[in-house]
């Protein structure tokens, strides 16, 4: 089996080990609970609200059922049963599956982390680059005066701040997916989501019109989720380009007549992608928890208003939903660990050192 592969397969087989640890303390927390609130973890589809509040021989049913009195390793390999058969719990507070809720929004989170990551990493790689060649100039101070300024705002204050302007101020780009005056239109029967993506759906059912339009509502969320990690990923790898720079093998590649640009870009970066390409692959994993607040501050209903519901006061009464709260969070563990995947594989087919280690018996 040839190195890579194997490489693959054993990251693989991590996932499905780090979810169960994971959701066991996740279960775990929740046992801290009583069973008449875990019990909710277990309702059935469509239960009302009067059934919830009045109707104790539901809830007792339910711990009789689920064995929500027994011990911590009982309760807890029941409720993964149900996970891994798809049932991921019943919200009543949304009146959905939970499973059901992730599913139909995570094409509006996706569209936010894709866009973001395409542009985070290229400019803050390029930012990098450019900042080490001309280190001590104008150019390198600005970048690391806006890499500082980046770093210290909180994605929750540039939302209000790009709002106000563009917003409030200008009336350019308003919160939401699309313009209020396209809404109408992307929820028409004859309108098919393809993908969830807008950006592409628009295209893809004959209204270019939208797929710009979402485009341009895509602007601000990106804008204020990327800028901390275009930040990070520049300084990462404006410092290992600096060293790379002062080894004798770029002296020797100039000294050979080898233009400077192909020195610096091809030689040079290659061997400062390491460190980047980690700061990368945990930038793109961070992606997921900060993507909440984004989404929560510009109006897309993505997987974050999964949370909200489950924070929300329900059946009129201060309470919590459980269900949609541990789906959430087994849900966002998941893609975290399938983006630090995926990066790793990038690494090891970039870095050729990764490979070279890789091929060591």
């Known amino acids: 089996m040839p190195a890579l592969l194997k490489f693959l397969v054993r990251r693989i087989v991590v996932i499905p080990i780090t979810l169960f640890f994971i959701t066991a303390i ?153 313009d209020p005056s396209l809404e109408a239109v992307v929820k028409a029967r004859d309108w ?57 093998y770029v002296v020797a590649a100039e000294g050979k007549g080898l233009r400077p640009r192909r020195v610096l870009w091809v030689h040079a970066l290659r061997n400062a992608m390491l460190p980047a390409l980690t700061s990368s692959a945990l930038s793109a994993a961070s992606l997921v928890t900060g993507v909440y607040v984004v989404e929560i501050m510009y109006n897309l209903h993505g997987i974050s208003e999964i949370y909200s519901i489950a924070s929300q006061n329900a059946f009129g009464v201060s309470t919590f939903d459980p269900a949609p709260a541990l789906g959430f969070a087994v849900y966002s563990v998941f893609i975290v660990l399938i983006v630090m995947l995926v990066m790793d594989v990038i690494q090891a087919i970039v870095d050729p050192r990764i490979r070279a280690r890789l091929a060591e018996p």
């Open 26 to 178: 996740l279960y775990g927390v929740t046992m801290l609970a009583p069973p008449e609130r875990r019990a909710y973890l277990y309702l059935p589809t469509r239960v009302s609200t009067a059934d919830i509040l009045s109707d104790s021989p539901l809830i007792k049913s339910i711990i009789q059922k689920y064995h929500l009195d027994d011990p911590y390793p009982v309760q807890y390999f029941s409720w993964l049963s149900n996970l891994l058969q798809g049932d991921w719990g019943y919200s009543p507070t949304a009146r959905r599956d939970v499973l059901e809720l992730l599913v139909t929004r995570t094409p509006v989170t996706a569209e936010l982390m894709l866009y973001t990551a395409l542009l985070f990493i290229p400019l803050g790689l390029a930012s990098g680059v450019v900042s080490a060649a001309r280190q001590g100039r104008r150019v390198d101070h600005g970048f690391r005066l806006a890499a500082f300024i980046g770093t210290s705002i909180p994605p929750f204050v540039m939302a209000l701040v790009l709002l106000s302007i563009f917003y409030v101020g200008l009336r350019a780009i308003s919160p939401g997916r699309v």
């Open 192 to 248: 098919h989501m393809y993908t969830g993506l807008m950006t592409l759906d628009g295209f893809l059912n004959g209204r270019a019109d939208i797929s710009l339009d979402a485009l341009k509502h895509l602007i601000l969320p990106v804008f204020t989720l990327g800028l901390a990690h275009w930040a990070t990923l520049g300084r990462v790898t404006r410092v290992s380009m600096i060293e790379e720079l002062d080894k004798e």
